[in-house]
């Protein structure tokens, strides 16, 4: 059964980092490419991140650009997101997921993580 944890989500000040982590289980994960994903009240799921299987190919959202960065360690079948210059804007519940294509597209990934609540709050 694949299964996909997100973890390192919280409440933090605009202007603050947080790094998510995403743990999967039961799929070969390095043949896979992960993506992060985010959903705030009231609005659609968007594309925030996504690396390729070998993690040297990267693509974000003009929105978070020069401020996140995705990683992954096929080690530890773990991708991770960091987060730094939050601002309030950023706040959503954020979901991994995985995929056999690296695309901006949601309904191309095959696995989802529950997700994990950030909320960027003075």
């Known amino acids: 059964q694949v299964q996909l944890v997100e973890s390192g989500g919280g409440l933090v000040q605009p202007g603050g980092s947080l790094r998510l982590s995403c743990a999967a289980s039961g799929l070969a994960f390095s043949n896979y490419a992960m993506g992060w994903f985010r959903q705030a009240p009231g609005k659609e799921r968007e594309f925030v991140a996504h690396?390729?299987?070998?993690?040297?190919?990267?693509l974000y959202a003009d929105s978070v650009k020069g401020r996140f960065t995705i990683s992954r360690d096929n080690t530890k079948n773990t991708v991770y997101l960091q987060m730094n210059s939050l601002k309030p804007e950023d706040t959503a519940v954020y979901y991994c997921?995985?995929?056999?294509?690296?695309?901006?597209?949601?309904?191309?990934?095959?696995?989802w993580g529950q997700g994990t609540q950030v909320t960027v709050s003075s």
């Open positions: 690396v390729r299987w070998s993690g040297f190919s990267t």
């Open positions: 997921a995985a995929g056999k294509w690296a695309t901006s597209a949601a309904d191309a990934y095959d696995y």
